[in-house]
């Protein structure tokens, strides 16, 4: 265990100094000292996973996933599966996660399976089964919101989705809906945006985008930039108060 543990750390350092090859191999020479938890695999896949060798991630964290039942080991190895086109694999993943975490986490899951089958779809001109998949994957973003409808990156991935769409076929009803998702996330937004930090502080502001977008191809170019103007005034308010606090 302290060797494996020991070979981790080693392996962190490699990856920060991006010798990612050299940690790789140094994770590989400690497998067979892990314990029965696989600390080793789960590090390899997780390093596989941020090099985007998505297929490699999926079966190194297949074994920690089954031995700890870690629900942020269970998410990367669905979303692994689910960017190499493993989707079979990804929705039986998925069964099991739903049954022992949170709804949120499942239906954000289930939205990425859908997302990358469309693409792959569509990348094979099979229009029918990329549409069916692009429906499935927007019913699952609204199953996210459902779920929290505090969380703003499924209002900005749905409207994205829905204004890509009505960009490509002029089709009114999805602008119609992409502005009802747009107001919906813009009440939320409001009343978070001033706690916005990090991670969370980045999806607003893709969202702020968004929505303008949105609010543009309605013919709303005035609302659109009268909304950006306030989420900016939001964010330098941000920033003083948090400068304030630090003095």
């Known amino acids: 265990d302290e ?16 010798k990612v090859t050299q ?19 789960s590090a390899l896949g997780s390093m596989y996973f941020l090099q985007g060798e998505y297929a490699l991630a999926a079966e190194s964290l297949e074994r920690p996933t089954q031995a700890t039942n870690d629900m942020a080991l269970q998410s ?13 694999e990804a929705e039986k993943a998925l069964v099991h996660f739903k049954t022992s975490n949170n709804a949120f986490s499942a239906a954000t899951l289930e939205a990425t399976i859908h997302r990358v089958q469309s693409s792959v779809y569509l990348a094979q001109g099979k229009m029918e089964e990329a549409t069916e998949s692009l429906a499935r ?15 703003m990156l499924p209002y900005f991935r749905l409207c994205s989705s829905l204004l890509n769409e009505y960009r490509l076929t002029q089709n009114k009803e999805l602008l119609e809906e992409a502005l009802v998702i747009a107001d919906a996330g813009d009440n939320i937004g409001a009343t978070g945006a001033t ?30 930039i009268e ?8 964010s330098i308010l941000l920033v003083v108060s948090t400068l304030r606090r630090r003095e």
């Open 23 to 41: 940690a790789i191999v140094l994770l590989k020479s400690a497998v067979e000292f892990q314990s029965d938890i696989f600390e080793v695999d």
């Open 195 to 224: 706690g916005a930090t990090g991670a969370m502080g980045a999806t607003l502001e893709q969202f702020a985008i968004i929505r303008a977008d949105v609010l543009q191809a309605d013919g709303q170019l005035q609302r659109a």
């Open 227 to 234: 909304r950006l103007v306030r989420y900016i005034g939001l």
């Open 137 to 151: 994957y927007r019913k699952s973003l609204k199953k996210a919101i459902d779920a929290d409808p505090t969380s």
């Open 76 to 88: 990367r190895r669905i979303e692994a599966l689910a960017m190499s086109s493993q989707f079979e």
């Open 3 to 18: 060797f494996s543990l020991a070979s981790i750390a080693a392996a962190d350092f490699f990856m920060k100094a991006d």
